[in-house]
């Protein structure tokens, strides 16, 4: 099979292209052959990757460029990634080649949580825009690929026909993550110590999504002495005993943190764009075997239910993720252990980027054949 996987803007560390490039490796693995085709703006000779497709298009010419990229006879499948990559794949369509749709999230619900985040309104020309592509996508692509089964759900009650829809989560290289080394300098270099009972840790980046207050809210009022915090990737700006914040760390490295935590917390608030995501995080915390204590929110919270492999809070109040806390501090080491192993059996059933390439290898097939 010969894929076109088709994306817009630039590389970047950031869970979308960590799924676009693993997606793109493992169908490579299984003897595919996939070529990332850029459409960009300008091109950049000194960052161009070598095996890659780089076509250089404005806004008034992109369908043309398009269309002339993707007629081309060595391609069976064009692969959009993201709403704009789907868009810029939908004149393949005019070539008699499928089109996917690999949809990420919901590209409006994004949009206003970012600017409302940042108490702005909204641009009137941007809302159109935006809904038009998503309709576009949604309307002319061949299949819809999902990350969550609640945005599944929601695109069948808009009349999205299931069998057009694939389930396609956010999948983790394990060996990727782990690595081959032991060494966790981790402990050493910000001189974690082990005086406290528990230690809860966090991965991710300032965005108005992650429920950072609701985590600053609960770090103030927890008991120093008995609950650790760990933070990687942000700084709270609070003094207190029980607050590591620590840089962003690089994917190589990030298992040091699973490793010297009992338990990874996912403080996500209520809103669409948390109802229908699958983050990546989660994945991972499941890989490293982690129990997970959630807000009731999302696949991780249906997860963590059935599976028993972690707490959901009964709410999105400090009080109840403190409670949460509380409850899985108290818990004895077996239970603990208990709730590791439901974690990293869930990583196996659901998170590993071979079993998930192996299902949507199965659609693409059916596609073309």
């Not at 817009?8 to 493992?26: L, M, P, V």
């Not at 207190?240 to 690089?250: G, S, V």
């Not at 915390?285 to 707490?311: H, L, Q």
Request: charged share 30%; proline share 3%; with cysteine.
């Amino acid at each position: 099979m010969r894929i076109a996987s088709v994306v817009t803007g630039e590389r970047n560390a950031y869970s979308a292209w960590i799924r676009i490039d693993a997606i793109a490796k493992f169908l490579a693995q299984k003897g595919h052959s996939v070529e990332m085709v850029h459409f960009v703006s300008k091109i950049d000779r000194g960052s161009e990757i070598k095996g890659e497709r780089y076509i250089k298009t404005t806004k008034i010419d992109a369908p043309l460029r398009s269309y002339l990229a993707l007629r081309d006879s060595r391609y069976d499948v064009v692969y959009g990634n993201t709403h704009q990559g789907a868009l810029l794949s939908l004149p393949g369509r005019l070539t008699s080649k499928p089109v996917v749709f690999d949809m990420h999230g919901d590209i409006l619900s994004e949009y206003l949580l970012n600017k409302s985040s940042r108490k702005k309104k909204p641009r009137l020309k941007d809302t159109f825009f935006i809904n038009m592509t998503d309709k576009l996508d949604k309307t002319f692509s061949s299949m819809i690929l999902c990350v969550s089964q609640q945005i599944i759900k929601d695109l069948v009650s808009s009349g999205v026909r299931r069998e057009q829809i694939a389930f396609v989560p956010n999948g983790i290289d394990l060996e990727e993550i782990r690595g081959s080394s032991n060494n966790n300098t981790l402990r050493e270099e910000y001189k974690i110590i082990s005086d406290f009972d528990t230690v809860i840790g966090f991965a991710g980046r300032w965005n108005s999504w992650q429920g950072i207050s609701l985590l600053r809210n609960v770090i103030k009022e927890c008991d120093e002495r008995k609950v650790l915090f760990i933070l990687a990737g942000l700084d709270l700006k609070i003094k207190k005993q029980n607050l590591i914040c620590i840089p962003w760390l690089p994917r190589t490295r990030i298992w040091e943190l699973y490793d010297v935590c009992d338990a990874m917390v996912l403080p996500r608030n209520d809103n669409y764009v948390n109802r229908v995501a699958g983050p990546t995080k989660f994945a991972e915390y499941c890989a490293m075997g982690k129990p997970v204590i959630s807000t009731p929110i999302g696949d991780p919270s249906d997860f963590i239910r059935e599976r028993k492999s972690g707490i959901v809070v009964d709410g999105f109040e400090t009080d109840n993720l403190m409670a949460g806390i509380e409850k899985f501090a108290s818990m004895d080491k077996d239970e603990v252990a208990k709730m590791g192993a439901n974690s990293y059996q869930l990583y196996m059933d659901e998170f590993r980027w071979t079993e998930i390439v192996d299902r949507l290898e199965t659609r693409l097939l059916d596609l073309i054949s």
